[in-house]
């Protein structure tokens, strides 16, 4: 008995060493780091950046509130409310685009001849080989006032003066469906390969119309691939930064680009440590329902 547990504490020290690298770098550049951003959110900030070793709990406060500067009245704060709403409306709406562009491009390319997929996905992959910022610049040229598009419209007199899209809820929204589309692809073509086609041909053999079969025994097969590519693209989509930025050129501000205010223009540490959190608990919240979804459909 006392060999069998020798030979038990041996096995698991040594599993402990195996994974110790990994439980390091996790330790150093990803645990510690949030405990930093937690503690620096229940400090005061600092009269030029920083923080000062005060217990506060006003960057938490101000999350949702503020208080005027002449008679200390408690309001919602319209700005971060504004901020948090766009935000999660802008990632749920690329998040439903790059849904309805990427469901049929998968299938499209889950449905060439296996010579010819490695082709389509290639395409499909290109853009993660380009730096982001360029990627954005890209489409940033397209719909600009002297764009791409606005050339053509003009060129073919469907308008008469260049329609200003750029700077727009609109340009962030069509910046990060193109940035992001490749995220919902992958995933959704994963599922649609695995698919046995020989079920839809059976419902159809039953007389089930193209739209019952979609429903009921494509989808149904096919909806990891589906859920799996939403939470890729909303999650990313919620603390994007870049895109708003140049996109939205400051006029549609994501809460990315708040907490980057916070803790450059603003000094507000405490507040942007706070906002970070938020965002962490909205990507969490995302994380937990796709996790729960995925069991329960696993349990069915």
Not at 76 to 87: N, V, W
Not at 94 to 114: K, Y
Not at 163 to 182: D, E, H, K, R, S
Not at 184 to 209: G, N, T, W
Request: hydrophobic fraction near 55%; charge should be positive.
């Amino acid at each position: 008995m006392d060999a069998q547990a020798q030979e038990i504490r041996s096995d698991t020290l040594r599993r402990w060493g195996l994974a110790l690298p990994a439980v390091t770098i996790i330790t150093l550049f990803s645990i510690l780091p949030l405990v930093v951003v937690v503690i620096y959110s229940f400090l005061a900030p600092g009269d030029f950046g920083g923080v000062r070793w005060q217990l506060s709990v006003e960057g938490w406060f101000s999350v949702l509130f503020e208080r005027d500067i002449f008679d200390d009245t408690v309001t919602l704060s319209d700005a971060h409310l504004t901020i948090l709403g766009r935000s999660v409306a802008l990632s749920l709406a690329t998040t439903v685009i790059t849904l309805i562009l990427g469901v049929p491009t998968a299938w499209f390319i889950a449905t060439r001849p296996a010579r010819q997929r490695a082709f389509w996905l290639f395409l499909i992959t290109i853009p993660f080989w380009t730096n982001l910022l360029v990627r954005t610049i890209a489409v940033q040229e397209m719909i600009r006032s002297e764009g791409v598009f606005n050339n053509l419209f003009l060129s073919v007199g469907l308008i008469d003066a260049p329609i200003q899209m750029m700077f727009t809820n609109f340009a962030v929204l069509v910046g990060m469906a193109y940035v992001f589309l490749p995220l919902m692809v992958l995933p959704v073509y994963a599922a649609i390969e695995k698919f046995d086609f020989r079920l839809a041909e059976a419902s159809y053999d039953l007389y089930a119309s193209r739209l019952y079969c979609l429903r009921k025994v494509i989808l149904p097969l096919v909806r990891p691939g589906i859920i799996a590519g939403s939470i890729l693209v909303f999650v990313p989509s919620l603390g994007a930064y870049v895109t708003p930025r140049i996109m939205g050129g400051g006029k549609s501000m994501m809460l990315g680009n708040l907490i980057e205010m916070q803790f450059g223009q603003g000094r507000n540490w405490p507040l942007g440590a706070a906002l970070s959190l938020t965002l962490t608990a909205l990507v969490l919240v995302a994380l937990v329902w796709y996790t729960r979804l995925t069991a329960g459909k696993r349990r069915g």
